[in-house]
């Protein structure tokens, strides 16, 4: 398998004021898309780009930019598309981070923390309440050993079972996503004058 392509933000920018610009598909929850992203992205969530992904890939037929946090799971979502046969696909490199510390604008919503720091959150505090705890109960030290494990485990194999846990909370899931209203939004759009669910 080849490696996937990636852009940097100065790429698309100049891909987006382009005579035929790119899909932009955001791959983060909705929660995430509506804090912050780039205008006229779509909203895919990987686990539904996953779920939905033939039903999607029918109506991609120019460029597609995926982008996310950091380009963790836009990778995947990459893989994803690649295995169905799209060929036309691109990463955002360093994601919508560093979209915004290269000082490129982006649509702004509700303020919402990212999946990233959430798992750090939950996690870190798992971790820390299973220490205290096992001065009490000793074999609570294994619940802070197993999260390590897990998140070793993340780290290795490039997945997070406990962000993909907490992307289906009703706090990451903001405004109604689904795969018909995406498609939808696929067809009514033109690829040069794209509309997207907006915050």
């Given amino acids: 398998m080849t490696a996937p392509v990636t852009i940097d933000s100065h790429d698309l920018s100049q891909m987006l004021g382009s005579a035929t610009p790119p899909r932009v598909i955001d791959v983060r ?6 804090t912050a992203h780039i205008a006229g ?19 991609l037929d120019e460029d597609v930019v995926l982008v996310c946090r950091s380009g963790q799971r836009a990778t995947q979502a ?8 799209l060929t036309n696909v691109h990463i955002l490199d360093g994601g919508i981070t560093a979209w915004e510390a290269k ?5 702004r919503g509700a303020q919402r923390w990212d999946l990233e720091r959430q798992v750090r959150l939950v996690a870190g505090s798992i971790v820390l309440t299973s220490i205290l705890g096992s001065i009490a109960a000793p ?3 294994w619940v802070a050993g197993a999260i390590g494990g897990g998140l070793t485990f993340a ?6 079972a ?12 903001g405004a109604s996503c689904d795969a018909q209203s995406i498609v939808a939004q696929l ?13």
Avoid at 187 to 199: C, G, I, L, N
Wanted: net charge neutral; hydrophobic share 35%.
């Fill in 155 to 160: 780290a290795v194999s490039n997945t997070c």
């Fill in 162 to 173: 406990m962000g993909m846990m907490l992307s289906k909370l009703p706090y990451n899931r």
């Fill in 139 to 141: 074999k609570l030290k």
């Fill in 187 to 199: 067809v009514d759009s033109a690829p040069a004058k794209k509309s997207v669910s907006r915050s």
């Fill in 29 to 34: 929850t909705p929660g995430e898309f509506e």
């Fill in 103 to 107: 000082g490129f604008a982006v649509n």
């Fill in 78 to 85: 990459e893989e994803t598309l690649r295995q169905a046969g």
């Fill in 41 to 59: 992205a779509y909203n895919v969530p990987l686990d539904l780009l996953r779920e939905h992904r033939d039903e999607i890939i029918e109506h």
